[in-house]
């Protein structure tokens, strides 16, 4: 089988984050050895983050600055092609903010999956190492124990009753060497419980923190897409309490954007410490505990290594054998003797079956195989697709703070548009003929009026029929409700054949019949009925 060196190849990303400079609080520069319990260390990894926390101010001191520029060097936005070119800017701008915005969710659930993802198999791996190690303590316990209290309990009882025979008794005191040589050779295991290493507790507590690390990004992910969804909609509304709520919401995804980032970016740089030289950080940690032969054959695993625990295994299967070649003399020879002691030999013939059992299966536990490879997937879960998924947290973090940043950007200039929309309407003179708000209050009291007045001239004109056009309505509709009547009477939109009493603006032309009608008016009829005939 091949080296772990060779499985196990540290991935670019990882060499490029260790080269990130390792500065502390003092501004000293320190050494990119893993050393997680150093103050010092752990120093230059918050270094980072207050990088992130500087960029974060950088960007706020910048939307400041824009935003007082506008608000300051206001233009000249009454021209028409001004408030074209300001909203074509805004939409373009909303655009790009919501294509951002799109992306960098999407890098952002990719991301949060692959960290899920490799963090699952680093706990993975370190329940099975820590089922391993667990099998190789209870296989030790237990053989240590059967041989301590069960086989010297029953050696005890086959030396009473063979006490009148030698020969016997100096056998039971060589088979009584031979389980304190067993017992000597599996307390020389390692205790892998005095490297102070508890793998069940770090693996608990790696996915408990990793689960709501997952958590909160996917409720960070959402939020930035509701809110860039929710911005574009005030825009496209036009509805500015909408688009204030979306500004003040845009500026605190601002902030945890840039602290995400320099969160992710102090945690990959420190995995990526570890990932460059794993070896070297397990061999100090356990070196006070272990013997330095038993984890460099673990972490490499070669062939060409030898098996710190053959000399012990062998003793022990040798050991094993003797006792049963001298159980099975006694059987032979001793019982037809003494029937009495049947029962204790056939007792340490079972315990020494299921020793043997236990020693089978404690050869394969302690292979290097079975822990070299959790060992790798660990290493692969963790330097692989764990900082792989942090960089597109990272990428994520950025392309979050440039869409917010360009949002509010955005959102400002519509405003103003919109305020200026609304000052525009307020500034229409509501005595204003042309005003389609002022045409429709006084509709109704000008419409009474002159339908009273041209009424009295109808029974005043008496056998005067010229007038056709009083059986038709009087109105005092929109432009839209005159060219309707004018198609329905003239069937031409040219001209009018409702009269002009109460209008608020004048008609195109007049059709012949109306233009008839009012020359063959006397100058009474005219001053009776005022102005409301002329043209």
Same mark, same amino acid.
């Given at each position: 089988?091949?080296?772990?060196?060779?499985?196990?190849?540290?991935?670019?990303?990882?060499?490029?984050?260790?080269?990130?400079?390792?500065?502390?609080? /003092?501004?000293?520069?320190?050494?990119?050895?893993?050393?997680?319990?150093?103050?010092?260390?752990?120093?230059?990894?918050?270094?980072?983050?207050?990088?992130?926390?500087?960029?974060?101010?950088?960007?706020?001191?910048?939307?400041?600055?824009?935003?007082?520029?506008?608000?300051?060097?206001?233009? !000249?936005?009454?021209? #028409?092609?001004?408030?074209?070119?300001?909203?074509?800017?805004?939409?373009?701008?909303?655009?790009?903010?919501?294509?951002?915005?799109?992306?960098?969710?999407?890098?952002?659930?990719?991301? %949060?999956?692959?960290?899920?993802?490799?963090?699952?198999?680093?706990?993975?791996?370190?329940? %099975?190492?820590?089922?391993?190690?667990?099998?190789?303590?209870?296989?030790?316990?237990?053989?240590?124990?059967?041989?301590?209290?069960?086989?010297?309990?029953?050696?005890?009882?086959?030396?009473?009753?063979?006490?009148? /025979?030698?020969?016997?008794?100096?056998? *039971?005191?060589?088979?009584?060497?031979?389980?304190?040589?067993?017992?000597?050779?599996?307390?020389?295991?390692? !205790?892998?419980?005095?490297?102070?290493?508890?793998?069940?507790?770090?693996?608990?507590?790696?996915?408990?923190? #990793?689960?709501? /690390?997952?958590?909160?990004? +996917?409720?960070?992910?959402?939020?930035?897409?509701?809110?860039?969804?929710?911005? @574009?909609?005030?825009?496209?509304?036009?509805?500015?309490? *909408?688009?204030?709520?979306?500004?003040? @919401?845009?500026?605190?995804? +601002?902030?945890?954007?840039?602290?995400?980032?320099?969160?992710?970016?102090?945690?990959?740089?420190?995995?990526?410490?570890?990932?460059?030289?794993?070896?070297?950080?397990?061999?100090?940690?356990?070196?006070?505990?272990?013997?330095?032969?038993?984890?460099?054959?673990?972490?490499?695993?070669?062939?060409?290594?030898?098996?710190?625990?053959?000399?012990?295994?062998?003793?022990?299967?040798?050991?094993?054998?003797?006792?049963?070649?001298?159980?099975?003399?006694?059987? $032979?020879?001793?019982?037809?003797?003494?029937?009495?002691?049947?029962?204790?030999?056939?007792?340490?013939?079972?315990?020494?079956?299921?020793?043997?059992?236990?020693?089978?299966?404690?050869?394969?536990?302690?292979?290097?195989?079975?822990?070299?490879?959790?060992?790798?997937?660990?290493?692969?879960?963790? @330097?692989?697709?764990?900082?792989?998924?942090?960089?597109?947290?990272?990428?994520?973090?950025?392309?979050?703070?440039?869409?917010?940043?360009?949002?509010?950007?955005?959102?400002?200039?519509?405003?103003?548009?919109?305020?200026?929309?609304?000052?525009?309407?307020?500034?229409?003179?509501?005595?204003?003929?042309?005003?389609? $708000?002022?045409?429709?209050?006084?509709?109704?009291?000008?419409?009474?009026?002159?339908?009273?007045?041209? @009424?009295?001239?109808?029974?005043?004109?008496?056998?005067?029929?010229? *007038?056709?056009?009083?059986? $038709?309505?009087?109105?005092?509709?929109?432009?839209?409700?005159?060219?309707?009547?004018?198609?329905?009477?003239?069937?031409?939109?040219?001209?009018?054949?409702?009269?002009?009493?109460?209008?608020?603006?004048?008609?195109?032309?007049?059709?012949?019949?109306?233009?008839?009608?009012?020359?063959?008016?006397? #100058?009474?009829?005219?001053?009776?009925?005022?102005?409301?005939?002329?043209?």
């Amino acid at each position: 089988m091949s080296s772990a060196r060779v499985d196990y190849i540290a991935p670019w990303w990882t060499y490029w984050l260790h080269q990130f400079p390792h500065v502390n609080l /003092r501004f000293q520069p320190l050494d990119h050895t893993f050393k997680p319990q150093d103050e010092n260390y752990q120093q230059s990894l918050i270094f980072l983050g207050c990088v992130a926390a500087a960029g974060l101010g950088v960007n706020l001191l910048c939307l400041a600055i824009y935003l007082s520029c506008l608000c300051c060097c206001r233009k !000249d936005e009454e021209e #028409e092609e001004s408030k074209k070119s300001n909203s074509c800017c805004v939409t373009w701008a909303a655009v790009a903010a919501g294509l951002i915005c799109c992306v960098a969710v999407g890098v952002g659930f990719y991301g %949060n999956s692959e960290t899920n993802d490799g963090v699952y198999q680093l706990t993975y791996s370190l329940y %099975n190492a820590n089922h391993t190690l667990a099998g190789v303590d209870s296989l030790v316990t237990g053989t240590v124990g059967g041989m301590q209290s069960g086989l010297n309990e029953h050696l005890s009882r086959l030396g009473e009753i063979f006490a009148a /025979r030698g020969d016997f008794v100096q056998t *039971l005191q060589f088979m009584q060497q031979m389980s304190e040589n067993i017992i000597k050779q599996l307390l020389g295991l390692p !205790d892998w419980e005095k490297a102070k290493v508890d793998l069940a507790a770090i693996a608990d507590q790696t996915a408990y923190v #990793e689960y709501y /690390r997952w958590l909160t990004y +996917l409720l960070i992910l959402i939020l930035d897409l509701v809110i860039c969804l929710a911005a @574009c909609l005030g825009l496209a509304k036009q509805s500015r309490w *909408l688009l204030t709520t979306m500004m003040v @919401c845009g500026v605190l995804t +601002l902030i945890l954007s840039w602290a995400s980032l320099g969160a992710d970016v102090a945690t990959a740089v420190g995995t990526s410490d570890f990932c460059v030289a794993p070896d070297k950080f397990l061999m100090n940690q356990t070196k006070d505990a272990i013997s330095s032969d038993i984890v460099h054959y673990y972490l490499y695993c070669s062939q060409t290594l030898p098996n710190p625990f053959q000399q012990s295994l062998t003793v022990f299967q040798r050991s094993l054998t003797t006792m049963q070649i001298q159980i099975q003399g006694l059987l $032979q020879f001793a019982v037809p003797l003494f029937p009495t002691a049947e029962r204790d030999l056939l007792s340490i013939q079972h315990l020494l079956n299921n020793s043997e059992a236990s020693l089978h299966q404690l050869t394969a536990l302690l292979d290097c195989r079975g822990l070299n490879k959790d060992y790798l997937d660990a290493l692969i879960g963790v @330097c692989y697709d764990g900082v792989e998924g942090l960089l597109y947290l990272c990428l994520f973090s950025l392309l979050a703070a440039c869409a917010f940043s360009v949002m509010l950007c955005a959102i400002p200039r519509a405003w103003r548009q919109i305020a200026n929309r609304d000052r525009d309407y307020d500034d229409i003179d509501d005595g204003d003929p042309f005003n389609p $708000q002022s045409r429709r209050v006084t509709s109704h009291h000008s419409q009474q009026g002159n339908m009273h007045s041209f @009424c009295s001239y109808s029974s005043s004109m008496g056998s005067q029929t010229s *007038l056709h056009p009083p059986t $038709q309505a009087v109105t005092n509709a929109p432009l839209s409700e005159y060219m309707n009547q004018s198609a329905l009477f003239g069937g031409n939109p040219r001209y009018e054949n409702v009269p002009l009493i109460g209008r608020g603006s004048p008609p195109p032309s007049y059709s012949p019949t109306m233009r008839a009608t009012y020359l063959s008016m006397t #100058e009474d009829q005219i001053r009776h009925f005022g102005e409301d005939f002329r043209a």
